[in-house]
């Protein structure tokens, strides 16, 4: 069991740039694959990056390639998103997840604990 609280989503102005936190507690936090995951209205929820359990390995999405960065922190059971070049499609809730098959996945139910999500919303 692992619960997950997302944080520091807000509204930011296109172009720039924001960071997202996921705090999680209740499990062994190193042994899991992390995630992000976004959803905007009358969209699917779509994969933004993966961590595996050392931080070494990392996948984006090509929509947020370049732009993006996830980082986690064992010791703190952190993981962060760095997300840069903020554009209208990054509008969206953003969800952490967690995956302890760490498979790094792209599909949603890849994830076996998700937090409650943080609205992140891009201005021009």
């Known amino acids: 069991q692992v619960q997950l609280v997302e944080s520091g989503g807000g509204l930011v102005q296109a172009g720039g740039s924001l960071t997202l936190s996921c705090a999680a507690s209740?499990?062994?936090?190193?042994?899991?694959?992390m995630g992000w995951f976004r959803q905007a209205p009358g969209k699917e929820r779509e994969f933004v990056a993966a961590?595996?359990?050392?931080?070494?390995?990392?996948y984006y999405a090509y929509s947020v390639e370049g732009r993006f960065s996830i980082t986690r922190d064992n010791a703190k059971n952190t993981v962060h998103l760095q997300m840069n070049s903020l554009n209208s499609e990054d509008t969206a809730v953003y969800y952490c997840?967690?995956?302890?098959?760490?498979?790094?996945?792209?599909?949603?139910?890849?994830?076996?604990?998700w937090g409650q999500g943080t609205q992140v919303t891009v201005s021009s």
């Open positions: 997840a967690a995956d302890a098959a760490q498979s790094m996945g792209v599909r949603a139910d890849d994830y076996d604990y």
């Open positions: 209740g499990s062994t936090f190193s042994n899991y694959v």
């Open positions: 961590i595996n359990w050392s931080g070494l390995t990392t």
